[in-house]
């Protein structure tokens, strides 16, 4: 390919109430870059970009669009010809429409998804070693988007086949169909997730965590300022990808997993690890069955042509909840 | 009071397939003393004292005894003269009779638990610093008893008037009830707990880790040897007691918790914590609603003087599932 | 003993600026219970008594008084009685005299450290759960005292023959003569120990982390806010008594050791642990030689009756920097 | 470029005596993949290729060669082609000469130091979820080699402009001539550092541990084992980096670095960050000023086409201990 996708780089959600959800993500440990009545921009401690997750003040909470950085301004070109090319359409946001954002496009992806692509973001101060402002669980990174979508195949052959991701994480199902996939282009286990089920549909934000300990402060932390309800699952440790897992619901329901325990996938000769949906260790290597709601609700995700909010499908597999621990 | 007791010391639970049960407390980290055909002895890292669990090898899982340590063999003497003053029997195990363990005597307490007091037991290597031997959970020492008692009220007062216990925390029902209690003799937050519910009955043992890495390295440890399902609860924290844990049934269904996040109860003017049965923060900090098995299963115990399996009753206050996190 | 001292209290330190100090101790942690313009009162997240380090502005650094908790008022005149059947001075300070503080009175102890009994102090409320406010270190409560003295056999005789003191680690010299010991009344390895040195001074205030990553914690946030030169050795472990270990300076010198790693030392069958001064695993079972200054600079100490500080003399076993790992 | 270097790879050591250096890095926790009476081939938990290190027994300690793994076998050749145009002779290895290594060649590269790159090694078991057998530090995988070289922008130049590598962080003496630098092709802080220093020498080989408390951990039972001698530095935080590391010395000298603390650094607007030498910072965040050793001694490396020991020379800047926390 003639283009480098680097990494996923930011989400934009809808909220609907500005100093709830501004409460929460500061609780979690985000450091607020700007924000102003209608918006707040959020990063993790080490990013040196403005924000990673952008809140928006909407009436209905959904995700906007879900935003990847490429290598350069020439990728942007190449990678929005691609999709031209091939009948997607492609909508620019010229430098200036988006805070701190250079020129960016949208489109609709192969199941649905509202993606952007951009290459400049504003670069602002780098917190890492500003341990006098770690906080709650000390959120370092954007880690990865995970989609419920109806097709995971055809999400899986666009991605790798068309823009270039690898995958290092899958799951089978009793007929040997993709159930869900992890899918990369930085060397981690994933900058993306698709599982099956009723799409499109953003099941959660991950974030990077320095270290397992920052999880359980995490938890002590949100618990003694009254948001111990948000935790919908865990801590606990998922199978597939060795995480080391939180997950978090912010007060519109959009859910945020915590992570910690990747691992190095920058290797050809890494042959993506194959789990069984059935396996009671893929899920959860260890910890409680997933509540019903980890399995049933995610975020709307909006038409990026439109603006209006994306009509979701039954998924091509049977959905079931898999069988875990007995 | 002319007695001391110093602290819980050990228990002794009949397991069926004592190579089993072996596999599972190695696991978790216990240091095996001794053992042979019928019987294993194991203890924590930093005790210097011969074992503070003995497993039985028996038809049928029970507690047969929980021991508790007083400070001299004159402190034994007084204490069953107590014992016996009130016309409760005090059963005589002379030294020798019991493996390690100096003389001692056992009686049924007032809500039908099998308690046992003795002064004496074998030192041997403290392995607190063999950080070489540390595995799964690195368990140090056994920190308490858990029980379920029909009236809860009642075993406070006795364990708090006649045998010098101190209460750290206590729940209440909405009549103000006590429906739960932890005691203790060392300045910690207990060596015993008494619960309302179907009793008398054991309802967990639980031990003290160093810090709480050590309960996830424990859940990493157990899961990858394919004890994940033994894992019933946690970790999570408790609201009471401030503890970080994780609760675990042994292959017989006796129930370990692992603990961490204790703290110093030594002064008199520390007033016990009361908390309202329904607080969401009460049993559950952060974490997930227990599961039903958490509250209905216990381990039957013995009756000193018959060795027969103690009957139980219904509790006295009404038995129900306290409401969490909703 | 008719009295029961239940553990090391707090201390009073002289510090010269007041502003400097408090930014110091709030970086690691400490809560602030009150102040004005000549003292801060602070302590830690578990403590439910007012102060355990009493910062008083003075024109010269120095430890006024280490003081230690009593069971009942009835205890202090019991052991007030002690002192003077002795012919110990005792100068009583009544309730009132002291903020937060009931009657109490201090000693110059047999080595000429000034001492301090109380009964009471006033309570407050405890903020073991408000981990929203825990910052740096987070500094639990107060552990022990660790004081330089001339003659370690005589204040180990004092201790534990008169006080009620037992000894949980020792080190004898190549003569067999105690050079430092460990010794405790709450079950844990100190509330006090000796070193052989230049006395009678104040080595350092030992405060208790709940678990080794706080340690870690703490030294990024103090580095992240310009304390770095404050860290005076560590982290590491000491073979004695297994601590995982940081020494502070403040900034009038004063000696702050932050520590995890105890264990429980409630049983009379316990035998106190002997070291070889010259045992490269004693001072630090990993990590590096202690700095110079660590051996020789300590607090001076004042004279409880005239306020003078307290002339020092050299110590009666040859003062030496043990070998260590070479 | 036409090539693409992923990462390093491996180094190869040659060890005086195979079973001191095979208990030492056991300890540590590394894996042994297979060995013989001459070598032993060691990986970390999370890798699955054959080795990252392979110890060789021989007479003299040395470095043979550090291993840097490519693309592809496409790669492979062009980037011999690279370096036979500019003049540098390549020495091949092909495939069955070195265990479960493809075909490799080698290269003395600038500033003296033996290199090899190679597309292909071996696959074996991942291990990353076994986590009964973690032991030690836990070792994940290798992550850097650390070279002392006597002009630093020589090999800057070279790694940078003509081998990919980009520079995530640097360091500048008084006239702002680069002093060390970090280079990476996976996006961490680094697969190699030059520092300026007698060369060439190899200074350490960096791995990889999943979380801080392995290294305390790692601490712990190397000490229990008897190899607390081998420590030589922290552990501490370098302020460049971010690191939270540990300096071991090898049976024979080699220093090893455990690792944990980096960050992602993908982004082609990622800034180099600058440090001075002497800011106090640097080196030591917090922790003690590195020991002589660490400055003055390092592993003598190999000539690949006569396998004799290289000379070394003076730095081109004048070397000098940099001044840390007074």
């Not at 996708?5 to 989400?11: L, P, S, V």
């Not at 929460?24 to 985000?30: K, M, Q, S, V």
């Not at 805070?99 to 917190?127: C, H, N, W």
Request: proline share 4%; net charge negative; aromatic share 12%.
């Amino acid at each position: 390919m003639d283009f480098n996708i680097i990494r996923c780089g930011r989400a934009v959600l809808h909220v609907t109430n500005l100093e709830k959800s501004k409460a929460f993500y500061e609780a979690l440990g985000f450091i607020e870059t700007e924000s102003d009545s209608e918006n707040v921009f959020f990063r993790g401690l080490e990013e040196h970009n403005h924000h990673s997750i952008w809140l928006k003040k909407k009436d209905e909470p959904a995700l906007e669009v879900m935003s990847y950085k490429v290598y350069s301004d020439t990728d942007l070109d190449v990678l929005a010809n691609h999709f031209e090319t091939e009948g997607t359409e492609v909508k620019w946001l010229e430098k200036g429409t988006q805070k701190a954002l250079g020129r960016a496009f949208r489109i609709q992806d192969t199941s649905g998804l509202p993606i952007e692509f951009y290459a400049e973001m504003k670069t602002v101060d780098r917190l890492l070693q500003r341990y006098d402002l770690y906080k709650g669980a000390k959120v370092q990174r954007i880690d990865h988007f995970n989609c419920a979508v109806t097709d995971v195949q055809k999400s899986y052959d666009y991605y790798i086949n068309e823009l270039g991701f690898a995958c290092s994480e899958y799951t089978i199902d009793d007929k040997d169909k993709i159930w869900a996939a992890w899918l990369h282009r930085k060397p981690s286990v994933h900058d993306v997730a698709f599982m099956n089920g009723v799409g499109p549909r953003l099941h959660h934000i991950g974030f990077w965590l320095k270290d397992p300990m920052s999880l359980i402060d995490g938890c002590d932390v949100l618990a003694s300022m009254g948001f111990a309800p948000h935790i919908e699952r865990g801590p606990g440790r998922h199978g597939l990808s060795n995480a080391f897992f939180l997950y978090l619901r912010d007060p519109d329901g959009h859910r945020i997993e915590l992570y910690n325990g990747d691992y190095l996938t920058s290797d050809p000769d890494f042959k993506p690890i194959k789990w069984d949906l059935d396996d009671p260790l893929r899920q959860t290597f260890w910890g409680h069955e997933a509540p019903d709601s980890w399995f049933d609700e995610a975020t709307t995700v909006l038409n990026v042509y439109t603006n209006e909010r994306m009509e979701t499908s039954e998924p091509k597999l049977k959905k079931k909840k898999p069988q875990f621990i007995i």
